[in-house]
Protein backbone atom coordinates (compact mmCIF):
# COMPACT_ATOMS: atom_id res chain seq x y z
CA UNK A 1 0.00 0.00 0.00
CA UNK A 2 1.81 3.39 -1.47
CA UNK A 3 -0.75 5.93 0.32
CA UNK A 4 -1.81 6.16 -2.90
CA UNK A 5 -4.60 4.13 -4.52
CA UNK A 6 -5.67 3.76 -7.90
CA UNK A 7 -8.69 2.27 -9.43
CA UNK A 8 -9.41 0.18 -11.65
CA UNK A 9 -5.86 -1.57 -12.02
CA UNK A 10 -6.39 -2.75 -15.86
CA UNK A 11 -8.48 -1.43 -18.43
CA UNK A 12 -9.89 -2.60 -21.71
CA UNK A 13 -11.80 -0.21 -23.73
CA UNK A 14 -13.05 0.24 -26.94
CA UNK A 15 -12.38 3.39 -28.87
CA UNK A 16 -15.96 4.95 -28.84
CA UNK A 17 -16.17 3.77 -24.54
CA UNK A 18 -16.17 6.10 -21.74
CA UNK A 19 -14.45 5.41 -18.57
CA UNK A 20 -13.02 7.32 -15.67
CA UNK A 21 -9.55 6.41 -13.56
CA UNK A 22 -9.64 7.37 -10.12
CA UNK A 23 -7.15 8.20 -7.87
CA UNK A 24 -7.36 8.71 -3.89
CA UNK A 25 -4.38 9.91 -1.49
CA UNK A 26 -5.08 10.06 1.80
CA UNK A 27 -1.54 11.39 2.95
CA UNK A 28 -2.52 15.01 3.85
CA UNK A 29 -0.59 16.38 0.20
CA UNK A 30 -2.05 19.40 -1.46
CA UNK A 31 -1.16 18.67 -5.04
CA UNK A 32 -1.78 15.59 -7.46
CA UNK A 33 -0.55 14.51 -10.85
CA UNK A 34 -1.41 12.36 -13.23
CA UNK A 35 1.51 10.51 -15.58
CA UNK A 36 1.41 8.48 -18.80
CA UNK A 37 4.12 5.77 -18.72
CA UNK A 38 4.93 4.22 -22.13
CA UNK A 39 7.18 1.74 -22.68
CA UNK A 40 10.50 2.90 -23.37
CA UNK A 41 9.43 6.64 -22.78
CA UNK A 42 9.90 8.81 -19.69
CA UNK A 43 6.95 9.45 -17.81
CA UNK A 44 5.03 12.28 -19.50
CA UNK A 45 3.31 14.44 -17.27
CA UNK A 46 -0.25 15.35 -18.00
CA UNK A 47 -1.86 17.27 -15.74
CA UNK A 48 -1.16 19.14 -12.13
CA UNK A 49 -3.46 20.05 -9.54
CA UNK A 50 -2.40 22.17 -6.79
CA UNK A 51 -4.74 23.03 -4.05
CA UNK A 52 -7.25 21.64 -5.88
CA UNK A 53 -6.76 24.26 -9.14
CA UNK A 54 -5.65 22.71 -12.08
CA UNK A 55 -2.30 24.44 -13.17
CA UNK A 56 -1.10 22.74 -15.43
CA UNK A 57 -2.32 21.11 -19.09
CA UNK A 58 0.44 19.88 -20.58
CA UNK A 59 -0.65 19.92 -24.36
CA UNK A 60 -2.94 17.15 -23.59
CA UNK A 61 -5.64 16.10 -26.48
CA UNK A 62 -9.24 16.70 -25.10
CA UNK A 63 -10.24 13.49 -25.03
CA UNK A 64 -8.20 13.41 -21.31
CA UNK A 65 -10.54 15.11 -18.95
CA UNK A 66 -8.95 15.40 -15.29
CA UNK A 67 -11.03 16.45 -12.36
CA UNK A 68 -10.33 17.02 -8.90
CA UNK A 69 -13.27 17.84 -6.37
CA UNK A 70 -11.03 17.75 -3.55
CA UNK A 71 -7.93 17.89 -2.47
CA UNK A 72 -7.73 13.87 -1.95
CA UNK A 73 -9.42 12.68 -5.05
CA UNK A 74 -8.74 12.57 -8.83
CA UNK A 75 -9.87 11.53 -11.58
CA UNK A 76 -9.30 10.92 -15.51
CA UNK A 77 -12.16 10.95 -17.86
CA UNK A 78 -11.65 9.34 -21.06
CA UNK A 79 -13.57 9.20 -24.01
CA UNK A 80 -12.81 8.09 -27.69
CA UNK A 81 -8.99 7.20 -26.90
CA UNK A 82 -7.13 5.80 -29.88
CA UNK A 83 -4.48 2.56 -29.75
CA UNK A 84 -1.74 4.87 -29.45
CA UNK A 85 -3.42 5.75 -25.98
CA UNK A 86 -2.55 2.15 -24.80
CA UNK A 87 -0.05 2.89 -21.62
CA UNK A 88 0.47 3.02 -17.88
CA UNK A 89 -1.70 6.05 -16.52
CA UNK A 90 0.34 6.92 -12.90
CA UNK A 91 -1.23 8.84 -10.29
CA UNK A 92 1.35 10.70 -7.85
CA UNK A 93 0.56 13.34 -4.47
CA UNK A 94 3.27 15.51 -2.75
CA UNK A 95 3.29 18.66 -0.90
CA UNK A 96 3.59 21.97 -2.87
CA UNK A 97 5.69 23.94 -2.84
CA UNK A 98 8.15 21.46 -2.87
CA UNK A 99 9.45 19.66 0.58
CA UNK A 100 11.89 17.57 0.75
CA UNK A 101 10.20 14.33 0.01
CA UNK A 102 9.13 13.28 -2.82
CA UNK A 103 5.83 12.07 -5.03
CA UNK A 104 3.71 9.17 -3.69
CA UNK A 105 3.04 7.37 -6.72
CA UNK A 106 -0.24 4.70 -7.36
CA UNK A 107 0.55 1.75 -9.02
CA UNK A 108 -1.23 2.63 -11.92
CA UNK A 109 -4.03 1.92 -14.54
CA UNK A 110 -2.74 -0.04 -17.32
CA UNK A 111 -4.70 1.13 -20.35
CA UNK A 112 -5.38 -1.07 -23.92
CA UNK A 113 -7.61 0.76 -25.80
CA UNK A 114 -8.82 -1.34 -28.83
CA UNK B 1 13.25 23.18 -22.88
CA UNK B 2 13.43 20.70 -20.24
CA UNK B 3 15.41 17.69 -20.91
CA UNK B 4 17.47 15.04 -19.15
CA UNK B 5 19.75 12.61 -20.07
CA UNK B 6 20.87 9.06 -18.38
CA UNK B 7 21.48 5.58 -19.42
CA UNK B 8 19.05 3.29 -21.21
CA UNK B 9 20.40 0.29 -19.33
CA UNK B 10 23.41 -0.83 -16.80
CA UNK B 11 24.13 -4.48 -16.09
CA UNK B 12 26.19 -5.59 -12.95
CA UNK B 13 26.95 -8.26 -10.78
CA UNK B 14 25.82 -9.12 -7.07
CA UNK B 15 27.74 -7.33 -4.17
CA UNK B 16 29.37 -4.52 -6.69
CA UNK B 17 28.77 -0.90 -6.57
CA UNK B 18 27.22 0.72 -9.69
CA UNK B 19 26.61 4.43 -10.84
CA UNK B 20 23.91 6.10 -12.46
CA UNK B 21 24.27 9.78 -13.91
CA UNK B 22 22.12 12.00 -15.08
CA UNK B 23 22.37 14.82 -16.24
CA UNK B 24 19.97 17.80 -17.23
CA UNK B 25 18.64 21.09 -18.65
CA UNK B 26 15.80 22.94 -17.28
CA UNK B 27 14.79 26.16 -15.90
CA UNK B 28 13.57 27.21 -12.29
CA UNK B 29 15.35 23.95 -10.72
CA UNK B 30 14.51 23.07 -7.42
CA UNK B 31 16.33 19.52 -6.94
CA UNK B 32 16.88 16.25 -8.60
CA UNK B 33 14.83 13.24 -7.51
CA UNK B 34 15.47 9.24 -7.63
CA UNK B 35 12.90 7.19 -8.16
CA UNK B 36 13.00 3.25 -8.11
CA UNK B 37 10.60 1.02 -10.60
CA UNK B 38 9.87 -2.36 -10.80
CA UNK B 39 8.45 -4.19 -13.48
CA UNK B 40 4.82 -3.31 -13.14
CA UNK B 41 4.86 -1.34 -9.80
CA UNK B 42 4.98 2.18 -8.75
CA UNK B 43 7.56 4.01 -9.19
CA UNK B 44 9.16 4.87 -5.00
CA UNK B 45 10.51 8.06 -3.78
CA UNK B 46 14.60 6.92 -3.02
CA UNK B 47 16.67 10.20 -2.30
CA UNK B 48 16.30 14.22 -3.20
CA UNK B 49 19.24 16.25 -3.21
CA UNK B 50 18.22 20.58 -3.61
CA UNK B 51 22.34 20.96 -2.98
CA UNK B 52 25.62 19.87 -4.24
CA UNK B 53 27.50 17.37 -2.01
CA UNK B 54 26.51 13.89 -1.51
CA UNK B 55 23.19 12.28 0.38
CA UNK B 56 23.26 9.02 1.58
CA UNK B 57 20.61 6.38 2.87
CA UNK B 58 21.97 3.05 3.29
CA UNK B 59 22.71 1.21 0.40
CA UNK B 60 21.82 4.26 -1.74
CA UNK B 61 23.50 7.56 -2.21
CA UNK B 62 22.79 10.56 -4.76
CA UNK B 63 25.01 13.49 -5.35
CA UNK B 64 24.72 16.84 -7.22
CA UNK B 65 26.78 19.26 -8.93
CA UNK B 66 24.27 22.24 -9.56
CA UNK B 67 27.26 24.02 -11.47
CA UNK B 68 27.55 20.80 -14.02
CA UNK B 69 23.75 19.83 -13.92
CA UNK B 70 24.68 16.65 -13.29
CA UNK B 71 23.90 13.89 -10.67
CA UNK B 72 24.45 10.35 -9.96
CA UNK B 73 22.99 7.64 -8.25
CA UNK B 74 25.64 5.01 -6.42
CA UNK B 75 24.28 1.58 -5.75
CA UNK B 76 26.64 -0.20 -3.21
CA UNK B 77 26.26 -3.81 -1.97
CA UNK B 78 24.22 -4.44 -5.02
CA UNK B 79 21.30 -6.93 -4.28
CA UNK B 80 19.24 -9.31 -7.04
CA UNK B 81 16.31 -7.27 -5.99
CA UNK B 82 17.63 -3.99 -7.16
CA UNK B 83 16.81 -5.39 -9.90
CA UNK B 84 14.59 -2.51 -11.73
CA UNK B 85 14.56 0.72 -13.37
CA UNK B 86 15.80 4.11 -12.15
CA UNK B 87 14.82 7.17 -12.86
CA UNK B 88 16.09 10.80 -11.98
CA UNK B 89 13.79 13.66 -12.16
CA UNK B 90 14.24 17.48 -11.66
CA UNK B 91 11.81 19.35 -9.60
CA UNK B 92 11.17 22.51 -10.84
CA UNK B 93 9.30 26.06 -8.56
CA UNK B 94 7.13 26.54 -11.33
CA UNK B 95 3.37 25.27 -10.90
CA UNK B 96 2.45 22.90 -8.00
CA UNK B 97 6.47 22.05 -8.25
CA UNK B 98 5.98 19.58 -10.68
CA UNK B 99 8.70 16.81 -11.66
CA UNK B 100 10.21 16.31 -15.07
CA UNK B 101 11.63 12.53 -15.63
CA UNK B 102 14.57 11.17 -17.41
CA UNK B 103 13.89 8.17 -19.49
CA UNK B 104 14.90 5.75 -17.03
CA UNK B 105 17.56 3.26 -16.47
CA UNK B 106 17.09 -0.22 -16.49
CA UNK B 107 19.32 -2.11 -14.16
CA UNK B 108 19.98 -6.01 -14.51
CA UNK B 109 22.01 -7.27 -11.35
CA UNK B 110 23.35 -10.80 -11.95
CA UNK B 111 24.19 -13.52 -10.13
Known amino acids: ETGVTQTPRHLVMGMTNKKSLKCEQH?????MYWYKQSAKKPLELMFVYSLEERVENNSVPSRFSPECPNSSHLFLHLHTLQPEDSALYLC?????????????FGSGTRLTVV | GQSLEQPSEVTAVEGAIVQINCTYQ??????LSWYQQHDGGAPTFLSYNALDGLEETGRFSSFLSRSDSYGYLLLQELQMKDSASYFC????????????FGQGTELSVKP
Open chain 1, 92 to 104: ASSQAPPARDGYT
Open chain 2, 26 to 31: TSGFYG
Open chain 2, 89 to 100: AVRTYNQGGKLI
Open chain 1, 27 to 31: LGHNA
